[in-house]
């Protein structure tokens, strides 16, 4: 079997709840994960925005979450989940609103895909500070044994 990652809030392809956007309580979705590789030593957890500012004339891919050196034993994270309840070891980076931490789908125009991304890496990376996506994505080059993505869309309703 290879990597899969899913939540019981959304299905693949399907809408982010309110809840976890900027509209509602701006909370992180439950997420787990399965058959991560035999080999794996750590888990990083990306989750983005490719579709920024405008769907229609995308511009940038806005980092809402990042997270590194999660142990490979670990299965899910939790609803709302904060930093002090990450698996122990895990490290975080920064989103593209400057901080560490979940934040929420917020799409100024049109419906937004939400990509969260599980990487399965065979080492254990260095503490890189507060990365950013594109610092992580490149100490892990070379590093990573499976991944797998779970897509949810989301379009405010104004």
Not at 79 to 99: F, M, Q
């Amino acid at each position: 079997m290879s990597l899969t990652i899913t939540s019981s809030a959304f299905r693949h392809n399907a809408d982010i709840p309110t809840r976890y956007t900027c509209d509602d309580e701006d909370m992180s979705p439950p997420l787990s994960w399965t058959s991560v590789p035999a080999g794996a030593k750590s888990l990083v957890l990306i989750v983005d925005d490719p579709d920024a500012p405008d769907p229609k004339a995308p511009k940038m891919t806005w980092v809402h979450w990042v997270l590194y050196n999660m142990p490979p034993g670990t299965t899910s994270l939790a609803e709302d989940v904060d930093a002090e309840d990450l698996p122990k070891g895990t490290l975080e980076g920064i989103n593209d609103w400057k901080r560490t931490g979940y934040g929420g789908p917020c799409p100024p125009v049109g419906r937004h895909r939400y990509f969260h991304k599980i990487y399965a890496l065979d080492t254990i990376l260095p503490d890189l500070g507060l990365p950013t996506k594109a610092k992580l994505e490149k100490t892990m080059h070379g590093h990573i044994l499976a991944q797998a993505e779970l897509i949810g869309g989301y379009q405010r309703k104004r």
